[in-house]
């Protein structure tokens, strides 16, 4: 049975408070479960080297969970990145830069900070869902005041994880879930469908075709409700 009698193919509770912080250009605290992500979005008006001259912009994230975020005191991850935030944040770029028209945006950066206030499993698939809003949230205001003539956001984009547990696939593993799944994926997508990104292991045996299938359905599943969820927030 899952925590709050959850059924297999049912998110955790979500919530997403927008506006957050009153100082950055567009902010997002998200909630799914008691995974907790604070994003925000700040804009900087240059671009890094390698876009100098081509009248295009960027869009980058930056990921770190707070000392006090998981049952014992981790090491600030800002202040020495392991290769996992590395890896998270870069996705998180990733997926936001997928629904961005970088040459409306003009040379200048959003940078979108994404720290985990408390982990419950998931925490990648909240940031990149709650940095979406907090990036459209900016970019509207850039439009609202002149700077840009339009939103240069294509779509939206969500995440969320999926996995074999139990012999079970479920949506939207929490912690518990997630630290004794058989099989273990996060699911990037567009809020049109399109796959941004997949990833997935299995830990002690293999998974064939049907189980990638069947994973992939409850993936989507999960992500047309994530994007009702940030349509509602942002309406």
Do not use: H
Not at 23 to 52: H, N, Q, W, Y
Not at 171 to 184: G, I, M, T
Request: glycine share 10%; aromatic share 4%; proline share 3%.
């Amino acid at each position: 049975m899952r925590a709050l009698n959850r059924p297999d193919d049912a998110l955790r509770p979500v919530n997403i408070k927008k506006n957050w912080i009153n100082l950055a250009k567009g902010s997002a605290l998200i909630e799914m479960g008691d995974t907790r992500v604070l994003c925000a979005a700040s804009v900087d008006e240059k671009v890094p080297g390698f876009l100098t001259g081509s009248g295009g912009g960027w869009v980058t994230a930056e990921y770190g969970m707070l000392p006090a975020s998981t049952n014992q005191r981790r090491e600030n991850s800002r202040s020495k990145q392991d290769g996992r935030s590395q890896e998270i944040q870069r996705l998180i770029g990733r997926s936001l830069r997928a629904i961005t028209d970088l040459k409306k945006l003009g040379p200048r950066t959003v940078w979108i900070d994404c720290d985990v206030l408390q982990a419950d499993g998931g925490t990648r698939s909240a940031a990149i869902t709650g940095a979406c809003v907090a990036l459209r949230v900016a970019l509207d205001k850039l439009a609202q005041e002149g700077i840009i003539p339009v939103n240069p956001m294509m779509d939206s984009v969500a995440a969320v994880s999926v996995g074999i547990v139990g012999g079970l696939p479920l949506l939207d593993l929490d912690y518990s879930e997630d630290s004794r799944a058989e099989v273990d994926m996060n699911i990037v997508m567009t809020g049109s469908g399109g796959f941004v990104e997949v990833q997935g292991s299995a830990e002690g045996s293999t998974f064939d075709n049907d189980t990638l299938a069947a994973l992939l359905s409850l993936a989507r599943k999960g992500i047309e409700e994530l994007t009702r969820i940030q349509r509602e927030y942002l309406a």
